[in-house]
């Protein structure tokens, strides 16, 4: 598919989906609407910032690529691949789990499926974890692929489950927290938050602390519950969820939360971000740009896409503005990674933007097949990136 024929496609569906939002805003009720934009973008009726000529200042390398299956195509999930422990674990909607060794890509295992994988996959402690369109929560072995369980929860799941202290942690679309036992799959406590008529299409993700975890929720709040048995230990606003129409109140939180230290920093569909205190959920600061998917946290910045695709970085400590970068408005811009002294964004045309974390300058370009919604995931200096179409890549600075 041509780069223009994509952009055509791009702006005919993010105007039939913005008309369809605002056709059902004005509807009488609007209770039973869920999930019905996909958050990657404010208005992509507009054309797509231009990409500016380039003399590269980094030197990018690609190290290897993979085919997963069928991807998200027009899901609006924002796949994203898993690492740890120095492997790559990524889903695709259809074609089952995969595994590859993070530095030579080297395929370790597969494991099939029929069920529609839409969340995750989550790992840690030895499992990596999905979640389907079903409700279906699946447990692997890491090493080998092996299916350990199976387990059911009441919604479809399209966020990665997390992994920590013994348990699976799954959030389902419906608001339901699940916590599962690790090594059977049997329900452990559940933990319900209230769910807007209106939301961007999927739901919060799961950030593991020290005994604590920290979930993201579709009414704009940052909820911190007790891992061995759900109890809420403080919930704190990222948005306010004000306005007159359900569309104007959209206030989601979906992307991860970020956990540096004892603070907190989280990014809401409401455009604004913020630094939360762990221990208390006293908030710290607060600044108006901020995006639905998530964030890159630096030793000086944190990172965010707003819904206009424009990228911002924030001081860590203060919230100030350091730099935006407005080249790539309107481009669905991914959340940001951060990769050395780069931060990195992918968009519908599977451009990855390398920026310097100093200036928010373009750096260097990466170019792959099919868009990429999901935020790359970075460890030991390598990054790794899903595409809406299936494939996997991972890259490197030289």
Known sequence: MTRAKQRTQFRQAARLLAATALAVALLS?????????????KDHSKDPAPLVELSPSANVSQLWSASLGKGEQQLGIAQRPAIADGKVYAAAVEGGVSAFDLRSG?????????????????????????????????????ATGEEKWKSKVANEVLVAP???GGMVFVHSNDGRITALDAASGERRWFHSADVPALTVRGSGAITVGPGIIFVGNDNGNLTALAMADGAVAWTSPVA????????????????PAVLDNTTLFATSYKNHTVAIDG??????????NGGPRGLG????????TDRDGKVWALDKNTGSSLWQQEG????????????????????????????????????????????????????DGVLVVQTTE??????ALQ
């Open 297 to 304: 946290v630096s030793n000086s910045a944190v990172v965010v």
């Open 29 to 41: 009720g609007c209770s039973s609407v869920k999930n019905l934009l996909d958050g990657r973008g």
């Open 240 to 255: 306010q969820p004000d306005g007159r129409s359900e569309l104007e109140r959209m206030a989601d939180v979906d992307g």
């Open 279 to 288: 221990p208390s959920g006293q908030l710290m600061w607060d600044r108006e």
């Open 162 to 164: 997390a992994v920590g």
């Open 390 to 395: 299936g494939q996997l890549a991972a890259f």
């Open 328 to 379: 790539l408005a309107y481009r669905g811009t991914s959340a940001p990674a951060v990769v050395g002294d780069y931060a990195v964004v992918g968009d519908f045309e599977g451009v990855l933007h390398w920026l310097r974390l100093n200036d928010g300058a373009f750096a260097a370009r990466s170019s792959l097949g099919g868009a990429i919604s999901g935020q790359p995931a970075v460890a």
């Open 106 to 142: 080297q395929s370790l295992w597969r494991y099939a499926s029929e069920l529609q994988l839409t969340g995750g996959p989550g790992a840690g402690d030895g499992l990596v974890v999905v979640g389907s369109l079903e409700g279906d929560v699946i447990a692997l072995d890491a």
